[in-house]
């Protein structure tokens, strides 16, 4: 593989034969819209919770322990 200069600007960007053209820089690809979040359960949150006091028990058994 050649590598470039660190110092050089980066390689041109040229089209390949039966593909789409180059994305120009600061352009995105369009994509379908991201369906939203599906919210969080009273088990969820408990489970949360519960992992979270088990390390919090564990870091101060560490600390003072």
């Given at each position: 593989?050649?590598?470039?200069?660190?110092?050089?600007?980066?390689?041109?960007?040229?089209?390949?034969?039966?593909?789409?053209?180059?994305?120009?820089?600061?352009?995105?690809?369009?994509?379908?819209?991201?369906?939203?979040?599906?919210?969080?359960?009273?088990?969820?949150?408990?489970?949360?919770?519960?992992?979270?006091?088990?390390?919090?028990?564990?870091?101060?058994?560490?600390v003072f322990g």
């Amino acid at each position: 593989m050649r590598e470039r200069p660190h110092d050089g600007p980066l390689p041109a960007a040229y089209p390949v034969a039966g593909a789409p053209p180059p994305q120009p820089d600061g352009d995105r690809v369009p994509c379908p819209p991201r369906p939203d979040r599906a919210t969080l359960t009273r088990r969820q949150y408990a489970y949360g919770l519960t992992v979270a006091l088990a390390v919090l028990v564990l870091l101060l058994l560490g600390v003072f322990g």
